[in-house]
């Protein structure tokens, strides 16, 4: 009993000697250096968030997919939205590429599947082209029903699953 006692103390001392601080307390750390340092060097501020230009940037600030209606590759108007975000932001970064990949669900065969997650990046493509980003700034590519994004055979999985995917080159 007592061997049994000492081996789960030890084990928790180990777990507790192992572990990272808090996000919470590190920041209280931060504040207590910078603290006593401030009185001899001037604090430096720190920029919270995603790099700008960055995946995380683009999809904290325009969202990275877009999605399609079954069996179509033509814009809805909440894609066409996202699109023109898109082309904004893009044109905030002027030296970005973007990769668009074109998804489907798993219904019909590959081949099918293929040429409609096609269609549906060159119609993103397309429609960034038309708000004015060059051509050479884009790439497509299309997983058909390859990459699901969500696993199941029912209709809230597979709208998931019909989409595109705007990722930063």
């Known amino acids: 009993m007592r061997f049994k006692f000492l081996t789960i103390f030890a084990a928790a001392l180990l777990l507790a000697?192992?572990?990272?601080?808090?996000?919470?307390?590190?920041?209280?750390?931060?504040?207590?250096?910078?603290?006593?340092?401030s009185t001899t060097t001037a604090p430096t501020t720190m920029i919270s968030g995603p790099t700008?230009?960055?995946?995380?940037?683009?999809?904290?600030?325009?969202?990275?997919?877009?999605?399609?209606?079954?069996?179509?590759?033509d814009?809805?108007?909440?894609?066409?939205?996202?699109?023109?975000?898109?082309?904004?932001w893009m044109s905030s970064y002027p030296a970005t590429t973007i990769g668009i990949e074109g998804h489907a669900?798993?219904?019909?065969?590959r081949e099918y599947n293929l040429a409609l997650g096609e269609r549906r990046a060159s119609s993103a493509h397309d429609y960034l082209?038309?708000?004015g980003v060059a051509p050479n700034r884009l790439s497509t590519i299309s997983y058909g029903k390859e990459r699901p994004a969500v696993l199941g055979s029912n209709e809230e999985s597979w709208a998931q699953n019909r989409r595109d995917v705007f990722v930063v080159n």
């Open 75 to 88: 814009l809805a108007p909440e894609a066409r939205a996202t699109a023109e975000a898109l082309a904004a």
């Open 105 to 109: 669900d798993e219904r019909g065969t």
């Open 17 to 37: 000697a192992c572990e990272t601080p808090s996000e919470e307390s590190a920041g209280t750390m931060t504040a207590a250096t910078t603290a006593t340092t």
């Open 52 to 73: 700008p230009g960055s995946q995380e940037d683009l999809v904290v600030n325009v969202g990275d997919r877009i999605f399609f209606d079954y069996d179509k590759s």
């Open 129 to 131: 082209v038309a708000l």
